[in-house]
Each structure stands twice: as structure tokens, then as C-alpha cells.
């Protein structure tokens, strides 16, 4: 069975630019996830979907990142303008259900602001 | 969110058994206590779980304390591809908000 899939692996951009990361989940798996992890620190979640809702965005910087997953399906994790801060790396999990399930995640997606 | 407390770091020998302590002196009592590992340049994976009584699988060992105030993993003879930093998680299956917060995590390194 095919395990959480992330893209890009890794990623540099200038600062101002926009950058975007895809997650495709485990199949079957309605809720996913997005953290971001900064360099020595444990994963921080950013948001959670159950199926296509956003149930818990309340830590997403909305003025610049924004995410969606339309068919409840793969996500988009989307930052415009990029900031010099937001070099870390983008996890993405999926677990069956929300709450007491197992989280599956991706490799990550390692992005670099210059 | 209810917080855990572990150590920065720990060293161990190959082959050896490993105890990687965290304490939860705030855990409710629905919360479940979950281990993640995450080796370098890998998302973070699950290991073990549990509510009250110790568990095993085929990873690890959880030793629960009677008053949920602090658990044990146990890596019973640990390998080289056991280095990682491990997690020790509070998660709620009746609570609102499914954070699962990361705190730091302990470094394991294994020594050869």
C-alpha cells in the first residue's frame, strides 16, 4: 500500500515568491493533515481537514498560506508571498479517522526562503 | 492541550535496552498517551499507544505508571536504525480539537 506521497521534496525559492505543496493521502483516509516543522523543534499543525471541511485552521497564517483539498481527496498547501521565516519543513499526514487514529506521514517538503 | 516532558537527549549501546521516560503530570483521563518516532529526514511514525495498561508491540514496549503521570518506552534491544527523536503525545478521542502536539522530543543516539 502506498504511504502518504508529499511533492516537492525539496524546494528554494526567493523571498516574495509563491510556492505550493501537494499532499496525496492514504486512500480511504478522510482526514488530513499539514504541520510545519522548524529546524530542531517537533511538528506544529497548521491544519485539519475532515474530508473536503477545514475543521481546524486556527493555526494557519491565513494572510499568506492558504490550503485546500476540493475533492477530499490529495491538498494544496499554498504560501504567497513567501517570507524569509518560512524556511522549514511542510508535513503532510492522513489517518482514517480523526481523534484516536494512527497518523501516516509523508517525507515532507523541505523549503528554503532566500 | 495537556503537556509532556521529556529528556533533550539520551545515549545508548547497540543491543542494549532503551528507556526513554515522559512525564504528563497533567494528563486527563481520556487522554491517551501515543510514542511518534521520527528518524532523519523522515516524517515523523508511529510506534505505540496506550490509555492505562501496558502495551507491547512489535517496535516497542509502554509501561504506563498506575497514575498515568508518567510513561516509559521501552526499545528492548536497541539498533542503529532505532536513532531517531521520540515523541510522547497526549491525544484526546473525545476532545474537540485533534491537535496532536509535538513538543521537542528526545534524541536517541545509538551508539555501535
Known amino acids: 500500500e502506498a504511504g502518504v506521497v508529499q511533492s516537492p521534496r525539496y524546494k528554494i525559492i526567493e523571498k516574495k515568491q509563491p510556492v505550493a505543496f501537494w499532499c496525496n493521502p492514504i486512500?480511504?483516509?478522510?482526514?488530513l493533515y499539514w504541520y510545519l516543522q522548524n529546524l530542531g523543534q517537533g511538528p506544529e499543525l497548521l491544519i485539519r481537514?475532515?474530508?473536503?471541511?477545514?475543521?481546524?485552521d486556527s493555526q494557519l497564517p491565513k494572510d499568506r498560506f492558504s490550503a485546500e483539498r476540493l475533492k477530499g481527496v490529495d491538498s494544496t498547501l499554498k504560501i504567497q508571498p513567501a517570507e524569509l521565516g518560512d524556511s522549514a519543513v511542510y508535513l503532510c499526514?492522513?489517518?482514517?479517522?480523526?481523534?484516536?487514529?494512527?497518523?501516516?506521514f509523508g517525507e515532507g517538503s523541505r523549503l528554503t526562503v532566500l | 492541550d495537556a503537556k509532556t516532558t521529556q529528556p533533550n537527549s539520551m545515549e545508548s549501546n547497540e543491543e542494549e535496552p532503551v528507556h526513554l521516560p515522559c512525564n504528563h503530570s497533567?494528563?486527563?483521563?481520556?487522554?491517551?498517551i501515543h510514542w511518534y518516532r521520527q528518524l532523519p529526514s523522515q516524517g515523523p511514525e508511529y510506534v505505540i499507544h496506550?490509555?492505562?495498561s501496558n502495551v507491547n508491540n512489535r517496535m516497542a514496549s509502554l509501561a504506563i505508571a498506575e497514575d498515568r503521570k508518567s510513561s516509559t518506552l521501552i526499545l528492548h534491544r536497541a539498533t542503529l536504525r532505532d536513532a531517531a527523536v521520540y515523541y510522547c503525545i497526549l491525544r484526546d478521542p473525545q476532545g474537540g480539537s485533534e491537535k496532536l502536539v509535538f513538543g521537542k522530543g528526545t534524541k536517541l543516539t545509538v551508539n555501535p
Open positions: 496506550g490509555l492505562t
Open positions: 486512500s480511504g483516509h478522510n482526514t
Open positions: 497533567t494528563i486527563s483521563g481520556t487522554d491517551y
Open positions: 481537514y475532515e474530508n473536503e471541511e477545514a475543521v481546524d
Open positions: 499526514a492522513s489517518s482514517i479517522i480523526s481523534g484516536a487514529g494512527e497518523l501516516f
